[in-house]
């Protein structure tokens, strides 16, 4: 059995080596058929029934790229073996349905209506053909002109069997193709959606790194100038200073390690510390305000509650801007404004200092832009952000909350 399906398998794999041994193998037995059933009453030479006999089963061989032009060769090589009264070989009949089976099997699915008629046409051409050869009359038994419609109904039937043999074979090849195409699209799909998720998260992590270590460390690094310039004069408040620096210290440590053990965990629950939201921001501006910047909050609008991801979108929203303020704007003051809406929630972060920085200040300024931009698009809202004409810097970001469950 084993064997049997290596050997089926093998001619699967190799077309066209297939359909040379068939070709040769009806070939040998039409010749044999021909010269054993071959009489010396013949209307023709023997040397034009052998050449007409390989015309009609040589076109086998490209029945897989021309279905109906081999179809139409082996029906008119047929019908002329009728007309000349050439002693029929059975193996020229096979061919013919062969060729129905690849016209069925092969034949573009672009011409498949033109095919059918074709092939339809073909078989009454036939039937009529054969008609005329029903040997009727007085003389003929009734019983001989029923057996001989009963052949040619007999071969009408095999070739629309074959013929529908072939549509069943080529509508499950071509099934069979879309599920390999399907496949790959998929396995394709997989690889991309396996990169983007990649891409995507190193972006969310290099975003999260850049709010947590951004914020703290330049708040510790403004702390830290203004108590080196009191520390003599007014070390009261120098200490102060350095106990904010602490403060600041110990919520960088805290909000890294909480990172950092959310990105170690293989479920991906974080249950080290709560993310930031709004709730969060009054403890953001005090230590703003401690760190040198005075901040206003203004609250407008019917305060809800609000979707996770977008509650941690504000905070950062706010402290990036903020912290870009207090390191590029100067001496300044900054207004934080939140807008309740029904469909949404509007965060304006204003100053009015000098932003006109150069160097790798701006670049990293140009990165905390970045990430403000891509959360608020993470969302669907809209960003803005740029110099005011009168002076100052403003940063704007509206985030949807329809289609987020709360």
């Given at each position: 059995?084993?064997?049997?399906?290596?050997?089926?398998?093998?001619?699967?794999?190799?077309?066209?080596?297939?359909?040379?041994?068939?070709?040769?193998?009806?070939?040998?037995?039409?010749?044999?058929?021909?010269?054993?059933?071959?009489?010396?009453?013949?209307?023709?030479?023997?040397?034009?029934?052998?050449?007409?006999?390989?015309?009609?089963?040589?076109?086998?061989?490209?029945?897989?790229?021309?279905?109906?032009?081999?179809?139409?060769?082996?029906?008119?090589?047929?019908?002329?073996?009728?007309?000349?009264?050439?002693?029929?070989?059975?193996?020229?009949?096979?061919?013919?349905?062969?060729?129905?089976?690849?016209?069925?099997?092969?034949?573009?699915?672009n011409y498949?209506?033109?095919?059918?008629?074709?092939?339809?046409?073909?078989?009454?051409?036939?039937?009529?053909?054969?008609?005329?050869?029903?040997?009727?009359?007085?003389?003929?038994?009734?019983r001989t002109?029923?057996?001989?419609?009963?052949?040619?109904?007999?071969?009408?039937?095999?070739?629309?069997?074959?013929?529908?043999?072939?549509?069943?074979?080529?509508?499950?090849?071509?099934?069979?193709?879309?599920?390999?195409?399907?496949?790959?699209?998929?396995?394709?799909?997989?690889?991309?959606?396996?990169?983007?998720?990649?891409?995507?998260?190193?972006?969310?992590?290099?975003?999260?790194?850049?709010?947590?270590?951004?914020?703290?460390?330049?708040?510790?690094?403004?702390?830290?100038?203004?108590?080196?310039?009191?520390?003599?004069?007014?070390?009261?408040?120098?200490?102060?200073?350095?106990?904010?620096?602490?403060?600041?210290?110990?919520?960088?440590?805290?909000?890294?390690?909480?990172?950092?053990?959310?990105?170690?965990?293989?479920?991906?629950?974080?249950?080290?510390?709560?993310?930031?939201?709004?709730?969060?921001?009054?403890?953001?501006?005090?230590?703003?305000?401690?760190?040198?910047?005075p901040v206003?909050?203004?609250?407008?609008?019917?305060?809800?509650?609000?979707?996770?991801?977008?509650?941690?979108?504000?905070?950062?929203?706010?402290?990036?801007?903020?912290?870009?303020?207090?390191?590029?704007?100067?001496?300044?003051?900054?207004?934080?404004?939140?807008?309740?809406?029904?469909?949404?929630?509007?965060?304006?972060?204003?100053?009015?200092?000098?932003?006109?920085?150069?160097?790798?200040?701006?670049?990293?300024?140009?990165?905390?832009?970045?990430?403000?931009?891509?959360?608020?698009?993470?969302?669907?809202?809209?960003?803005?952000?740029?110099?005011?004409?009168?002076?100052?810097?403003?940063?704007?970001?509206?985030?949807?909350?329809?289609?987020?469950?709360?």
């Amino acid at each position: 059995m084993k064997q049997i399906k290596s050997v089926a398998r093998w001619f699967i794999l190799h077309p066209i080596s297939t359909d040379i041994l068939v070709t040769l193998a009806f070939a040998v037995l039409a010749l044999l058929n021909l010269y054993v059933n071959w009489g010396a009453d013949s209307s023709i030479p023997a040397i034009w029934a052998v050449v007409l006999t390989l015309l009609i089963v040589m076109p086998l061989l490209l029945r897989r790229r021309y279905p109906l032009l081999v179809l139409g060769l082996i029906t008119i090589g047929i019908l002329i073996y009728r007309y000349l009264n050439i002693p029929e070989s059975s193996f020229t009949v096979y061919a013919l349905l062969l060729a129905y089976f690849g016209a069925g099997a092969y034949g573009k699915s672009n011409y498949r209506d033109w095919v059918r008629a074709i092939a339809g046409i073909v078989v009454i051409g036939m039937l009529t053909y054969s008609v005329f050869f029903v040997e009727t009359g007085s003389n003929a038994p009734a019983r001989t002109i029923l057996y001989q419609i009963s052949v040619i109904l007999l071969n009408v039937f095999l070739f629309a069997a074959a013929w529908w043999i072939g549509e069943i074979f080529r509508t499950l090849r071509e099934r069979e193709i879309q599920l390999q195409e399907r496949t790959v699209q998929l396995e394709n799909e997989r690889d991309e959606n396996a990169r983007r998720a990649v891409l995507d998260e190193r972006v969310r992590i290099a975003r999260e790194l850049h709010d947590v270590v951004a914020h703290h460390v330049s708040v510790m690094g403004i702390q830290a100038g203004a108590a080196r310039r009191v520390l003599k004069q007014q070390p009261e408040k120098a200490n102060d200073m350095l106990s904010q620096i602490e403060s600041s210290s110990r919520s960088a440590v805290v909000e890294l390690q909480r990172l950092l053990g959310f990105l170690r965990q293989q479920n991906q629950v974080d249950d080290i510390a709560p993310q930031p939201g709004f709730k969060q921001i009054e403890g953001l501006l005090e230590q703003i305000r401690a760190a040198g910047l005075p901040v206003e909050l203004k609250i407008a609008g019917q305060i809800m509650p609000l979707p996770t991801s977008i509650d941690l979108a504000v905070y950062r929203i706010v402290q990036e801007a903020l912290t870009n303020t207090l390191k590029h704007a100067g001496p300044a003051s900054a207004k934080v404004n939140i807008q309740y809406t029904e469909n949404g929630i509007t965060v304006e972060i204003e100053d009015n200092g000098n932003s006109a920085v150069t160097g790798p200040e701006s670049e990293n300024k140009g990165r905390g832009l970045i990430g403000m931009r891509e959360r608020v698009s993470l969302h669907g809202g809209e960003f803005q952000a740029g110099r005011l004409p009168q002076g100052g810097f403003l940063v704007r970001a509206t985030l949807p909350l329809t289609g987020w469950t709360k």
